[in-house]
């Protein structure tokens, strides 16, 4: 169980792109299983909607910050990379809705931080989902490749 833990949950260690892929798919999945058993849930009882929202959603976010840290490892980059390519987009996004109704010169301030979050997020999405990890070892651990191709030889 604890292996199991660690694999969902640690933050140590890299991943390759094919891992990574495999995580966002199953996780994709997961989440949105969950989805429709919460929201039938919530037919039910909203109280017990929002209490199993709380104890499901920590969970998950944690489970997804996990393996892209791990693959953030992979690209030789600490987790606090997680602040630009997902929080900063989402924070520009806010303002820019924000942004919008401020007139001719809301438009064009909404228009920049717009264009700002969106950058950022296809610079995450090439950085995280797309790059080669560093070849051989670097601060986080071993080239997850050449484990996997010293297991298939030995």
Not at 2 to 10: P, S
Not at 24 to 34: E, K
Not at 77 to 95: D, E, I, T
Request: charged letters at 10%.
């Amino acid at each position: 169980m604890e292996g199991l833990l660690e694999l969902m949950f640690g933050a140590s260690g890299r991943i390759n792109r094919a891992k990574y892929w495999r995580s966002v798919f199953i996780f994709v999945v997961a989440g949105l299983m969950t989805a429709v058993i919460l929201f039938t849930a919530a037919g039910i009882a909203a109280p017990v909607f929002l209490v199993m929202v709380v104890v499901v959603l920590i969970p998950w976010l944690l489970w997804g910050a996990s393996f892209t840290t791990k693959r953030l490892h992979d690209r030789g980059k600490s987790a606090w990379w997680l602040m630009v390519f997902y929080l900063m987009p989402a924070a520009l996004g806010r303002l820019a809705e924000a942004a919008w109704l401020a007139g001719i010169a809301g438009t064009a301030l909404h228009s920049i931080l717009a264009l700002a979050a969106f950058a950022l997020t296809v610079w995450g999405f090439v950085e995280i989902g797309c790059l080669r990890g560093t070849a051989g070892s670097n601060t986080y651990g071993p080239d997850p490749l050449s484990l996997a191709q010293a297991k298939r030889r030995g």
